[in-house]
């Protein structure tokens, strides 16, 4: 079973920065779609970010240009760096590996805390 450990979260201000980091269980990255999203009170969750095994990214467009999504192989760990934040990008972040192939599952994060405030 794939497990996902994500941290790096907390308070931070208007125009700050965090780095987001999940710790896959092994190196899944060439079986695996690996993701960010994230779930705000009273809100879906959404796709925030996404990163194939041949390193090509997608960002939803409330974040483009502000966050990056990158991995280390040898570390077998994703990371979000998130600069520039928002108050309305306050929400649970979720690290996400979908499966290549359908069958197999979809494995999440225990989820960290992201507050941007004054």
């Known amino acids: 079973q794939v497990q996902l450990v994500e941290s790096g979260g907390g308070l931070v201000q208007p125009g700050g920065s965090l780095r987001l980091s999940c710790v896959t269980s092994g190196s899944i990255f060439s079986r695996y779609v690996m993701g960010w999203y994230r779930q705000a009170p009273g809100k879906q969750r959404e796709l925030v970010a996404a990163l194939t095994r041949g390193g090509y990214t997608n960002y939803a467009a409330a974040v483009k240009g502000r966050f990056t999504i990158s991995r280390d192989n040898a570390k077998n760990t994703v990371y979000l760096q998130m600069n520039d934040l928002k108050p309305e990008d306050t929400a649970v972040y979720y690290c996400?590996?979908?499966?290549?192939?359908?069958?197999?599952?979809?494995?999440w994060g225990q989820g960290t805390q992201v507050t941007v405030s004054s």
């Open positions: 996400n590996a979908a499966p290549l192939i359908a069958t197999m599952m979809t494995y």
